[in-house]
């Protein structure tokens, strides 16, 4: 059985004449212009499953879906013989279908951060499956008990002096959990949208605005304080979507994280999503309570320790493709000249192809970025109405039980 699994940030879908940012809004027509992008993109996607980011509101999303099915059963109308003709099933023509989305199912996740002020909405996330879900969707963004993160003091400092915490108590954006039905497997997915590289800038009590956002009187150092606040939280998050994850492969749950994680798939923040890559041997490695030079872990603790950071680690698919077919070079965002991904779909060993109980073999990983440019869309001259992402899109083949 073929399935996929695709990640897609849309950039601000909202429906017409709302602001959600100050002064940023959709007239009809741009509306309709946005519509119309986004329904040939999930056309030309044609994927199972698919994680959106930025979505403000649910109802413009369902739009989207609807005209997209409308195009797809138009398209395989087109393309598609009929079952009279003797040559209808050839594979080439299933290749060319698309599958409408009417069956599918959708799950939003509304940021409760968003409490609807024009001006200052705040995106959420969703999920759309072909599949269906198992249970119900599972939305991650307040927390019942703040979580505080201490830093240790450094070395040399006289007394025991306070390092300092970071407390977080609330995700800048919901995570959003789904089970769904894959065969006769189920596959718990995560999707994500990180904090931004935006930098968190903190307006002084009284006044309109923070000084760092006066760019006319440019202060490098703080804006340099703004970008670090950012990334603190940014990899807060991280870690907070890393502890769910783990108490999912801690079931035996195979896992797929999809999502806008802001940052390369060797940014810290990546990493700690993704888990340590392991040691090729760590019988040279002193031990955590060595006494002595020799204290080395033995070849039977090296065994485990790897195990144990195998079980819980997972795979970037646009790595797998990578070393697959040799490519080089996937991105999926570009701005001043730098031409990245910041937009992945990782997995746990259940789909890596050096894992012999593995339930799937992803064959093939496609972006859909031709309407990315370092600058403005040609025909979107305001770049708001193409989204500055790609589209990512994993293709998989779940393993019969004799593969």
Not at 102 to 119: E, K, S, V, Y
Not at 173 to 185: E, M, Y
Request: net charge negative.
């Amino acid at each position: 059985m073929e399935f996929t699994l695709a990640s897609f940030n849309v950039k601000n879908l909202i429906g017409p004449d709302k602001e959600y940012y100050e002064f940023q809004s959709y007239t009809p027509e741009e509306y309709g212009w946005k519509r119309d992008w986004m329904a040939s993109q999930l056309v030309d996607l044609d994927a199972d499953v698919i994680g959106f980011q930025e979505i403000f509101e649910e109802e413009p999303l369902r739009e989207v879906i609807a005209e997209a099915s409308d195009r797809a059963r138009t398209l395989n109308d087109a393309v598609i013989p009929s079952k009279g003709k003797a040559y209808h099933r050839k594979v080439i023509f299933r290749k060319l279908g698309v599958e409408p989305y009417d069956d599918a199912a959708l799950a939003f996740a509304p940021n409760a951060a968003d409490t609807r002020q024009p001006g200052k909405r705040r995106p959420g996330v969703a999920v759309l499956s072909r599949f269906g879900f198992v249970g119900e969707p599972e939305v991650i963004q307040d927390f019942a008990t703040p979580l505080t993160i201490p830093f240790q003091p450094l070395r040399g400092l006289d007394g025991d002096l306070d390092a300092g915490a970071f407390t977080l108590r609330r995700l800048s954006r919901p995570i959003l959990k789904v089970r769904i039905p894959v065969g006769d497997q189920v596959i718990t997915l995560f999707n994500c949208h990180l904090k931004s590289k935006l930098g968190e800038f903190i307006r002084p009590e009284g006044a309109d605005f923070a000084p760092e956002e006066d760019l006319v009187h440019y202060d490098p150092v703080g804006r340099a304080m703004g970008s670090m606040r950012a990334a603190v939280r940014r990899m807060a998050e991280a870690w907070v979507l890393r502890r769910e994850i783990v108490a999912e492969l801690a079931k035996g749950h195979p896992v797929a994280v999809m999502g806008d994680f802001n940052d390369g798939e060797h940014a810290v923040s990546s990493e700690i999503v993704s888990g340590e890559v392991p040691f090729r041997n760590y019988q040279w490695m002193l031990r955590h309570d060595a006494e002595s030079y020799s204290d080395r872990y033995s070849a039977e603790e090296a065994a485990t320790i790897k195990e144990q950071v195998e079980r819980n680690r997972l795979h970037a698919a646009e790595g797998l493709f990578v070393r697959k077919s040799l490519r080089d070079m996937v991105y999926t965002t570009a701005f001043a000249g730098v031409f990245e991904s910041i937009d992945q779909i990782y997995l746990s060993r259940h789909f890596h192809p050096d894992y012999d109980k593995r339930i799937a073999d992803m064959e093939y990983f496609s972006v859909l970025n031709d309407h990315i440019t370092d600058g403005s869309h040609p025909e979107a001259p305001y770049n708001k109405l193409a989204s500055d992402h790609g589209q990512i899109k994993a293709h998989l083949r779940l393993r019969d039980g004799e593969d």
